[in-house]
């Protein structure tokens, strides 16, 4: 009868066991709709795992300088140094929850002396070792741990996610940088002409073969290139700061190549180095399950779900009885009135059950809380599955407009250079204003400047993509 009663109670203890489901794992959610990059044109989509996001950051920026500083300030930035404290930190918690198993042990010496009326002092003494340890019958440890794991993947996607912003905007400041250069370099240029121009009107002028309206007109264009000249270089040290802010050093010059020595990698692309830059032809995006797999916001987005799943499991658990062992083992010369010397070996243990009965509602409100907070961190996750999918809409459409914008201004700069050389021809044999040379000056190097600050922008757009697919961050 005793052997049937106590299967009895086991059968019924794991039946309940089964039935609460305090020991269920939670399940990563790996789905996204099939539309989740919306509509967009000329999308490559690749389906056999060479997606543009599943290339290492080395491999997508080909630019050595630019790969020196990436590297320089992944290992210097205090936001990534942050991260990775944060990451020690839930290490630290988890190891803490994995060693929640194990019993705790205490050394506690107790001396007494006491003395009654006349009676001689009464010395006492106990060398205990003292044990506890809580059996984990319904599950309480074993969500909590498996919470802390959950916290810590967070926390490793939440330095990825850090470390990929940091990859991001430092490539997009290098390539700031060289449009930078390459728009100084027009400007300069066109000072060199312009200026020339100017003293060309002041000598015929000066011959009375001009109006002063014209020199002044010449000069006022000439003037506002050399302004644009200063506010470019202002613009220049401004983002070189910028860098050496996500370097955390002083103010100090950037080294880089310049601009199109090194187009991001599209190794099938021919042709203008602007072009292979942003051409959505050589972009492979793709499909949306993948960028689920590697996106950190999303990855961490899960990772909260998880662990708000073991934190209700682990408020279920609350409800059944939690259950402890204590034991105490050492040499003591207290024997209950009496005091023996030497002392002597004791032992003892102690077994409890503690069943919650009214606990003022407070563990039905703490499972209703994580319930909640399960619920709201659902829709957060699929809110951020939206929103990645609208980065990588908003991205593909940036680098089409690019793209087609380019061979625009390309050939816009082709026919302004040629109205320009014309124009000035027209006016040296004095079929021609200075008024229409000066309108054709202003309108190349407006068309100049232009088309490289386009190309930037494509570029801007292609980097942006590959963030938006989970591009620089490790594979899991």
């Given at each position: 009868m005793k052997k049937q009663s106590a299967f009895f109670v086991a059968a019924a203890v794991s039946l309940l066991l089964t039935g609460c489901g305090v020991y269920d794992k939670y399940t990563q959610k790996n789905e996204a709709p099939a539309d989740a990059f919306g509509t967009t044109q000329d999308i490559n989509v690749a389906s056999n795992g060479n997606s543009l996001a599943t290339m290492s950051w080395r491999e997508f920026f080909t630019d050595p300088v630019l790969q020196s500083l990436i590297d320089m300030v992944l290992?210097?930035?205090?936001?990534?140094?942050?991260?990775?404290?944060?990451?020690?930190?839930?290490?630290?918690?988890?190891?803490?929850?994995?060693?929640?198993?194990?019993?705790?042990?205490y050394f506690s010496p107790q001396?007494?002396?006491?003395?009654?009326?006349?009676?001689?002092?009464?010395k006492t003494y106990n060398l205990p070792l003292q044990l506890s340890m809580d059996v984990d019958v319904f599950g309480s440890l074993t969500n909590k741990k498996r919470a802390a794991n959950a916290v810590l993947l967070q926390a490793q996607m939440r330095e990825e996610a850090i470390?990929?912003?940091?990859?991001?905007?430092?490539?997009?400041?290098?390539?700031?940088?060289?449009?930078?250069?390459?728009?100084?370099?027009?400007?300069?240029?066109?000072?060199?002409?312009?200026?020339?121009?100017?003293?060309?009107?002041?000598?015929?002028?000066?011959?009375?073969?001009?109006?002063?309206?014209?020199?002044?007109?010449?000069?006022?264009?000439?003037?506002?290139?050399?302004?644009?000249?200063?506010?470019?270089?202002?613009?220049?040290?401004?983002?070189?700061?910028?860098?050496?802010?996500?370097?955390?050093?002083?103010?100090?010059?950037?080294?880089?190549?310049?601009?199109?020595?090194?187009?991001?990698?599209?190794?099938?692309?021919?042709?203008?180095?602007?072009?292979?830059?942003?051409?959505?032809?050589?972009?492979?995006?793709?499909?949306?399950?993948?960028?689920?797999?590697?996106?950190?916001?999303?990855?961490?987005?899960?990772?909260?779900?998880?662990?708000?799943?073991?934190?209700?499991q682990a408020a279920r658990s609350a409800f059944f009885p939690s259950i402890t062992l204590n034991g105490t083992g050492g040499w003591t010369n207290s024997a209950g009135a009496a005091v023996v010397n030497p002392g002597k070996l004791l032992l003892s243990f102690v077994g409890s059950l503690t069943q919650p009965i009214f606990a003022r509602g407070r563990l039905k409100a703490n499972l209703k809380i994580n319930q909640l907070t399960e619920e709201d961190l659902l829709q957060r996750y699929a809110q951020t599955v939206v929103d990645a999918g609208n980065q990588v809409n908003?991205?593909?459409?940036?680098?089409?407009?690019?793209?087609?914008?380019?061979?625009?201004?390309?050939?816009?700069?082709?026919?302004?250079?040629?109205?320009?050389?014309?124009?000035?021809?027209?006016?040296?044999?004095?079929?021609?204003?200075?008024?229409?040379?000066?309108?054709?000056?202003?309108?190349?190097?407006?068309?100049?400047?232009?088309?490289?600050?386009?190309?930037?922008?494509?570029?801007?757009?292609v980097i942006a993509l590959y963030i938006a697919l989970g591009g620089g961050t490790t594979v899991p």
């Open positions: 290992t210097h930035n205090t936001d990534v140094n942050s991260a990775r404290i944060a990451v020690e930190k839930s290490e630290a918690s988890l190891k803490m929850a994995r060693m929640a198993y194990l019993p705790s042990l001396g007494t002396m006491a003395k009654f009326d006349d009676n001689p002092w009464s470390r990929t912003n940091l990859i991001s905007t430092t490539a997009q400041q290098y390539y700031m940088l060289q449009v930078l250069d390459r728009q100084l370099e027009i400007l300069t240029q066109t000072d060199s002409l312009w200026n020339a121009s100017l003293e060309m009107q002041k000598t015929l002028w000066e011959n009375g073969k001009a109006y002063s309206t014209a020199v002044n007109q010449m000069e006022s264009s000439y003037l506002n290139v050399k302004a644009q000249i200063v506010d470019t270089r202002r613009n220049i040290r401004a983002t070189e700061n910028a860098i050496c802010r996500l370097l955390a050093v002083a103010p100090q010059h950037i080294n880089r190549n310049k601009w199109g020595s090194s187009a991001l990698h599209h190794p099938d692309a021919k042709g203008n180095t602007g072009q292979r830059m942003f051409d959505t032809q050589f972009l492979k995006i793709g499909v949306p399950a993948s960028m689920l797999e590697l996106r950190p916001d999303i990855r961490m987005a899960n990772h909260a779900m998880e662990e708000a799943f073991y934190n209700t908003e991205a593909m459409a940036d680098c089409q407009a690019a793209r087609e914008k380019h061979q625009f201004y390309s050939r816009q700069v082709e026919v302004l250079h040629e109205a320009y050389t014309g124009t000035h021809e027209l006016m040296d044999n004095g079929k021609a204003s200075y008024l229409e040379v000066l309108t054709a000056q202003e309108s190349l190097l407006n068309a100049q400047l232009s088309e490289a600050m386009n190309m930037y922008k494509g570029a801007q757009a």
